[in-house]
């Protein structure tokens, strides 16, 4: 597996959690504004595993959870046997991830290898080509939505917002598709000198606000992140 980042220690990557999270190179979106340009393209070095669990092993006791992101990990077909090494050490273990591989979500599941799982909701289904750069498989990504919210594990949903691709409007799709989530997340978006596409720009406070309200009709624990 290419991992190609290890933040070593994060309070906000993981909800009531000191996470160490390890970001794995490549990605099958484009997303404009993504800010890990480098890993959607694959054009970063390479950290050894090794490096990874010793890590791990020496701050065992002062972390307790372990974050997988990307790019989109789920590409990796030696995912599960990287995080079941996680595991086997005591760590609690959140996936990131965009929802395309409902195979290998299924498989972490069912095998007890993720604790949290975090699915990015890009915008409403018919706007999802566009902003990913992708023909994308519609009914691929609801089947993995109506996985999340039924497999019995803690999640969540997220999108990062950005003016020039998301309208208040959109929300009221996005609420039916996901409806009464156990959580939703409208995070605001930082250019971070690094994104996919160049002058994009946050959806400002107030505006977010006139979001969240609206989505709350659909999805009541809904809050803004970042604001």
């Known amino acids: 597996m290419k991992i190609s980042g290890l933040q070593k ?3 906000v990557d993981y909800d009531e959690h000191m996470a160490a999270t390890i970001f794995t190179a490549g990605c ?3 997303c404009p504004f993504c800010h890990n340009s480098s890993l959607v393209i694959g054009n970063t070095d390479s950290i050894d595993e090794k490096e ?3 890590y791990l092993e020496k701050r065992k006791n002062i972390l307790d ?7 989109e990990p789920t590409l990796h077909p030696d995912l599960p046997l990287f995080i079941k090494k996680i595991k086997d050490m005591g760590y609690l273990v ?9 195979d290998m979500v299924k498989y972490l599941v069912e095998n007890h290898l993720i ?3 975090a699915m990015d909701i890009k915008n409403c289904l018919e706007k999802y080509s566009a902003i990913t750069g992708k023909d994308i498989n519609k009914i691929q990504i609801m089947d993995t939505i109506k996985y999340i919210m039924s497999c019995g594990i ?11 691709y998301h309208s208040i409007n959109d929300f009221d799709i996005i609420g039916q598709m996901i409806p009464n989530a156990q959580k939703y997340y409208l995070q605001k978006f930082v250019d971070s000198g690094s994104c996919i596409k160049g002058d994009l720009h946050e959806i400002p406070k107030a505006e977010a606000i006139q979001i969240l ?3 709350k009709k659909y999805i009541p624990n809904t809050k803004l992140r970042g604001y």
């Open 52 to 54: 990874i669990f010793a």
């Open 28 to 30: 099958n979106f484009a």
């Open 94 to 102: 959140k996936l990131d991830t965009n929802g395309t591989n409902l």
């Open 9 to 11: 220690l994060s309070l």
């Open 115 to 117: 604790d949290y799982i």
């Open 154 to 164: 803690d999640y969540e949903f997220r999108t990062t917002i950005v003016s020039e």
């Open 65 to 71: 959870s372990v974050v997988i992101s990307g790019g």
């Open 213 to 215: 309200e609206r989505i």
